[in-house]
């Protein structure tokens, strides 16, 4: 009877994580989330956006830029009861830099059913990875970086857990423009039930190009990428731009290709002293409502 309950009930968180993420035919979806609220409101173009403690997701390679300490604390509501809590801190010494991350991700309220009728109760699915980053700045212009990750799933009563490694390499030119690329979630898991949960590749290439203005003030930042999820057969393109006034406030935009239920998203960005608060918006179709997202950063000087 017990594994009655959990395959209706897992089913049901299953088709949840599918609506929101578009899972295909891999599972752990909530590692293709996406973190930060910062690059979520520029459309996730954030492979060869340097300098900020995200990329300890999208491109280990990319926090060579900064050697002073920065910690980013990241809350997502969801839509569906899905929420997100994502943790990094990274640091340097000399021509290496180092970074830790936690990501979270449950949904809540899935009822429980052995028939069709009142739940028997509620429980919650669970996801959650922990990350051990390092990077090598080769010379001023080429850097490259890996993560580890420990990962871990959580059905009702049943458990896995596995491994994964991501790959990046940062490029920087004389033009001001930089080059990223990074592969993720090379691993596996063990088996949850009977199966094993197959883990979703991505592959990340793109691009970043910041002007700053002569006669005012003011920083743009431009960004696009190539996101392709090779496992499940599907590419997307993702845009976004920032603009910073006197590095205290900042607008930013962003737009993906290839989804169902989503394209656009904006945000904004206040500093002050050694703290940056970052808002991200991203509304959903389908009745799905909209993403709230809320990110806060320390750079220790």
């Known amino acids: 009877m017990k594994r009655i309950f959990f395959i209706i009930a897992a089913s049901y968180g299953i088709m949840i994580s599918t609506s929101i993420s578009q899972t295909g035919n891999?599972?752990?979806?909530?590692?293709?989330?996406?973190?930060?609220?910062?690059?979520?409101?520029?459309?996730?173009?954030?492979?060869?956006?340097?300098?900020?403690?995200?990329?300890?997701?999208?491109?280990?390679?990319?926090?060579?830029?900064?050697?002073?300490?920065?910690?980013?604390?990241?809350?997502?509501?969801?839509?569906?009861?899905?929420?997100?809590?994502?943790?990094?801190?990274?640091?340097?010494?000399?021509?290496?830099?180092?970074?830790?991350?936690?990501?979270?991700t449950s949904i809540n309220n899935i009822p429980l059913r052995s028939t069709p009728g009142e739940p028997l109760g509620m429980f919650e699915a669970q996801n959650a990875s922990i990350g051990l980053s390092s990077a090598y700045k080769v010379n001023p212009s080429f850097s490259v970086g890996v993560t580890g990750k420990f990962l871990y799933e959580k059905i009702y009563v049943d458990d896995a857990s596995g491994y994964a490694i991501d790959f990046g390499a940062l490029y920087k030119s004389p033009w001001k423009a930089r080059f990223g690329l990074s592969v993720s979630n090379i691993g596996s898991m063990n088996k949850l039930l009977n199966e094993s949960t197959k883990l979703p590749l991505i592959i990340r290439a793109g691009t970043s190009y910041d002007y700053l203005f002569d006669m005012v003030p003011l920083d743009v930042r431009m960004n696009g990428e190539i996101v392709s999820l090779p496992r499940e057969s599907k590419t997307h393109l993702h845009i976004g731009t920032e603009t910073e006034f006197k590095n205290m406030l900042a607008l930013r935009f962003g737009y993906q290709t290839g989804y169902e239920n989503k394209n656009f998203s904006a945000g904004i960005g206040i500093r002050s002293s050694i703290f940056r608060f970052d808002y991200a918006y991203v509304p959903y179709k389908y009745n799905f409502g909209s993403g709230h997202i809320f990110s806060l950063e320390i750079q220790f000087q």
């Open 26 to 104: 891999t599972g752990l979806s909530f590692l293709k989330f996406g973190v930060g609220a910062r690059s979520l409101a520029m459309g996730e173009a954030f492979v060869a956006l340097a300098g900020d403690p995200a990329g300890t997701y999208y491109n280990p390679a990319t926090i060579t830029t900064d050697a002073t300490a920065h910690l980013l604390f990241m809350h997502n509501e969801g839509v569906q009861d899905t929420k997100t809590d994502y943790l990094a801190s990274i640091t340097g010494w000399k021509d290496f830099s180092f970074g830790l991350s936690v990501n979270k």
